[in-house]
């Protein structure tokens, strides 16, 4: 089968920034206790009238802008979508002038650019396309319960997209695992009718869902890819909260520094999140060639994801 890696990658946030002093003024908290318990300082907020899409086509064309490749397939990841039709990917398609290729949409919630990237890698090395683009765009703080200081202060907006092709593909895409537990689907609840529109979460099992769930997806990928005790790998996870990540760095013996993270910066971004670390960390050059970057997913559903690329 063919090779197929990543060889751009493209993000947007909004301009305006809502830091834990403005949730100070909006709800009975403190930047200590958000910080305490999230690791979160600030978030990036899109305005009313700029939806999801929004966030969406201004990555991919960040993205786009940096390959001279265009994609014959497009997989666009999210959970807010402000339309049921026309869905995400044809909004993305319409925009930036996108013309004979599949596009559809993908929701597996917060793990949803890793599904993404994973369907959109079985199907360039099954049925021949060449280049893929994958998408995550979340609007997600227009279900946030501005009264709810528990979830209130963990979202941010954003865009991220990724550039997958079979030509010249030095970061390549090694394996995935995808995974789901439908007995805890309803932990995690938004967007429904009623009293569950606004996101509400149980955020003691969820976190013990993430952690235990992230250490059992990089001894996986170790396995498959016959990584040694001591051969060093970066993990890229999705950027729910600071605890988590610490508490898999500390129960895997990862090195804190080789868990990607910019949380304090931006928030929870469900699927965009992983797109929009791996970026900043590409272009602050964290990686050496031959590094072993492992992309771990966790959200509602509850779906699980994890992709490995070889730099």
Avoid at 29 to 48: F, L, Q, V, Y
Avoid at 221 to 229: A, G, I, Q, S, W
Wanted: one cysteine or more; glycine letters at 8%.
């Amino acid at each position: 089968m063919k090779k197929v890696g990543l060889v751009a990658i493209g993000s947007y946030v909004p301009e305006r920034t809502l830091t834990n002093s403005d949730l100070e003024q909006m709800v009975e908290t403190t930047d200590e206790w958000i910080s305490s318990r999230t690791g979160i300082k600030e978030r990036r907020i899109a305005p009313e009238g700029v939806h999801a899409s929004d966030l969406a086509v201004k990555a991919a064309a960040d993205c786009l802008a940096r390959t001279p490749y265009r994609p014959q397939l497009l997989v666009a990841s999210t959970s807010s979508a402000e339309k049921t039709c026309p869905y995400q990917a044809s909004i993305i398609g319409q925009r930036l002038n996108l013309t004979n290729l599949a596009a559809f949409d993908l929701n597996a919630a917060c793990s949803g650019l890793v599904y993404a990237l994973a369907v959109a890698w079985s199907l360039m090395r099954t049925e021949g396309y060449d280049h893929a683009l994958v998408t995550a765009g979340e609007k997600i703080t227009r279900f946030v319960d501005y009264t709810d200081r528990a979830t209130c202060v963990l979202f941010g907006d954003a865009g991220a997209a990724l550039m997958l092709s079979t030509a010249e593909p030095e970061h390549e895409l090694l394996a995935v695992e995808l995974g789901a537990d439908p007995a805890g689907a309803d932990l995690v609840v938004m967007g429904g009718p009623g009293d569950q529109f606004y996101f509400r979460q149980d955020g003691k099992n969820v976190f013990k869902f993430a952690v235990e769930k992230m250490g059992e997806l990089i001894d996986r990928l170790k396995t498959r890819l016959d990584v040694k005790e001591n051969d060093p790998y970066y993990v890229i996870p999705h950027q729910a909260n600071s605890r988590i990540l610490e508490a898999v760095a500390r129960n895997k013996s990862i090195p804190r520094e080789r868990i990607i993270s910019n949380i304090a910066k931006y928030g929870n971004t469900s699927s965009a999140s992983i797109g929009l670390a791996l970026k900043e960390a590409w272009e602050e050059k964290r990686f050496k060639k031959g590094d072993l970057l492992f992309l771990i997913g966790f959200g509602g559903g509850l779906s699980w994801a994890a992709a490995a690329l070889r730099w």
